[in-house]
């Protein structure tokens, strides 16, 4: 169990900036999500804490060690491949004993070690097996095995799970968070699912273009997204263009053309604005945290868009309509059932909206 | 439904023949060399050996025999050029297949350049170098000849082998704690070895069949089998070279059936990349 610092971290590729001063700290036992689209500098972040990509600036530090230029052999960290990198040419046990026998442990207590890791993932049996022979989930799982069994200061997670069948997925995700608590185990783990991530981290680590976005909970970053780009990324991605004025206590949109004027709370059980006066906002909400009523039964509490049915699905549990509003389809979700055509009204509560001042390019970015 | 229609037989004639002359072609010379071997009496105009037997194979088998000289030497010279080529190639393969290096091209084509010249204008120069070195009629002077020949085979095939070996299988022993050389000699070297052991039996294959180099460089100090060989057929006798062959066929068909399974399909995709 140890802390991990990460200051200023700057990492560039052939002249382009991968990672713009990115400051992370993660605390003893913590479990941190990077997580990103493609190409956000997550994985690059996790492979320069690991050693693997060189830093050009910045400062790195695991236990209070300044590690930031040493070689990966000389961090305590044990990273859990995307590709599960197990050597072919080994059995299950010599590769979970490896980093073991490296550390000149004695025969005997490696046997001994190596039976506990099978034994905690489930593999008792396959000891002996060669790790070819094994399936992706336990694959995994003896990669993770390897990298617990030199009980490290870290746990790096570089995508560990992409490569698994749905549920197999979904197994694992549970499986690797209650060991990690279990062992109380410091763990980075990149990834670029959502859900994954709010499910297993302490806290989520959100990157876009290089620089850190937001850091918080998962209920933080889901209920008040820092910014578009992170309301969008975490699925708020219905956005509709307002003129809006914040006062005190509430927010007063004015009448558009597909909607009337209304005032809505702020606070925690009302909207969340990130503007200062008046002006317009792109105001962002989520497929299923709104729903429909038919036109003209709508409340009088809520931001109500008037718009027709143009498309159904049934993704399981509830409907889900495209609504086409002015020249918009917005994505809703409804427990009723509806006809394409229907004349209907999206109903969004005050606490379903995120709303961030809208510049150029503040509506586009997703 | 198939119907034997005159037409579609007579089409079969002209492939019947094609496939004959091929067998001929390729068959044709190895039964000579066969009958050859196992003729005890042999001249023209007769189409098929007078009298059979062994009694050339007691004197090439025989234990102070030329024959048994040179392939001793013959397989010296094969292994210390194999060692030769792998202590070159490892580093070099790795090198080609891992780092980043200006100009990977042109030095993968820098090792087949000795297979570009004619080889007879290029080991006439050799020989006169070597002899103001006095390496010429040396072990030595062979051994170097026939690296530079198998260089290409070997340096080629490394480096494949090598970019075979998936990085991260090496990033992971980095990351349990190995450091460069333990990585390299515990992951990488094992995982490529099947490529580079095929490496080295081309390079084996290809130093026990060398002769333009050897002639050149080595004769008359060093003989091995194919200079024996030329020099018993030269002589006229060719029962002696028969034998000598059928002995050189022996390696060379066996480890062709190993090198089948070494070299992988990975490896081989990789091959000049």
């Keep these: ?366 | 439904m198939t119907s034997f229609t005159p037409a579609r037989t007579l089409t079969w004639i002209p492939r019947g023949l094609a496939l004959g002359v091929l067998a001929f072609v390729i068959f044709g010379p190895l039964t000579n060399l066969g009958l050859w071997a196992v003729a005890e009496k042999w001249y023209f105009p007769h189409t098929l050996p007078l009298q059979y037997g062994f009694s050339f194979w007691e004197r090439v088998f025989a234990p102070r025999s030329n024959a048994m000289a040179s392939l001793a030497t013959s397989v010296t010279i094969a292994l210390l050029t194999v060692a030769a080529c792998l202590a070159v190639s490892v580093p070099a393969g790795y090198a080609l297949a891992r780092l980043r290096l200006p100009w990977r091209g042109v030095i993968l084509l820098a090792f087949l350049l000795p297979q570009a010249f004619p080889s007879v204008a290029v080991y006439i120069n050799v020989a006169r170098i070597f002899y103001t070195l006095g390496l010429n009629g040396t072990v030595a002077g062979v051994v170097l000849v026939h690296t530079v020949h198998g260089l290409v085979f070997s340096v080629w095939i490394t480096a494949a082998a090598f970019g075979a070996v998936d990085r991260s299988l090496e990033e992971a022993a980095r990351d349990m704690g190995a450091g460069p050389l333990r990585s390299f000699f515990g992951i990488t070297l094992p995982l490529a070895a099947p490529g580079v052991m095929a490496s080295s039996i081309f390079v084996f294959l290809e130093s026990l069949d060398e002769f333009t180099g050897t002639y050149f460089v080595g004769v008359p100090d060093i003989s091995t089998l194919p200079l024996l060989m030329f020099n018993a057929s030269m002589g006229g006798n060719f029962q002696i070279a028969a034998i000598t062959a059928l002995i050189l066929l022996v390696p060379s068909v066996g480890f062709m059936l190993v090198i089948e399974r070494f070299l992988k399909a990975d490896v081989l995709a990789k091959v000049g990349h």
């Design chain 1, 1 to 366: 169990m140890a802390e991990l610092h990460v200051e200023n971290l700057t990492v560039a590729y052939g002249g382009s900036r991968v990672l713009n001063g990115v400051s992370l700290h993660v605390r003893p036992g913590e479990f941190v999500a990077l997580l990103g689209s493609s190409g956000c500098g997550k994985t690059t972040l996790l492979r320069a804490v690991s050693g693997f990509v060189p830093v050009d600036g910045g400062r790195i530090a695991i236990a209070g060690r300044d590690v930031t230029r040493a070689p990966p052999e000389r961090r305590d960290t044990a990273m859990v491949f995307q590709s599960y990198a197990l050597w072919p040419h080994m059995t299950t046990a010599q590769n979970i004993g490896y980093g073991l026998k490296l550390r000149r442990w004695p025969r005997q207590r490696i046997a001994e070690r190596v039976a506990e890791m099978l034994r905690l993932l489930k593999l008792d049996g396959l000891a002996d097996r060669n790790v070819t022979q094994l399936s992706g989930g336990q694959r995994q799982r003896v990669a993770l095995g390897r990298a617990l069994a030199i009980n490290p200061d870290i746990l790096l997670l570089d995508e560990p799970l992409s490569n698994l069948d749905a549920r197999i997925r979904l197994e694992l995700r549970h499986e690797i968070r209650a060991l990690q608590q279990r062992l109380g185990i410091t763990a980075v783990h990149v990834t670029h699912d959502r859900e994954e991530a709010m499910v297993m981290a302490d806290r989520i680590v959100i990157l876009n273009a290089g620089s850190i976005a937001q850091i918080g909970t998962p209920e933080e970053i889901y209920r008040r997204p820092a910014s578009a780009f992170v309301a969008s990324f975490l699925g708020a991605d219905n956005v509709v263009p307002l003129q809006a004025t914040r006062t005190e206590r509430t927010l007063e949109i004015a009448a558009g053309p597909d909607h009337g004027a209304v005032s809505l709370p702020l606070g925690n059980a009302g909207a969340q604005v990130e503007l200062i006066g008046s002006g317009p906002v792109a105001a962002h909400f989520r497929t299923e945290s709104v729903r429909l009523a038919t036109a003209g039964q709508a409340p009088a509490d809520a931001l109500v868009l008037r718009g027709h049915i143009t498309q159904t699905a049934y993704p399981g549990g509830r409907w889900r309509y495209g609504v086409a509003v002015g020249g918009t389809v917005f994505l809703v979700d409804d427990d009723e059932r509806r006809m394409v055509g229907d004349a209907v009204a999206i109903v969004i509560p005050p606490s379903a909206l995120h709303c961030f001042p809208l510049r150029r390019e503040a509506a586009g970015t997703a």
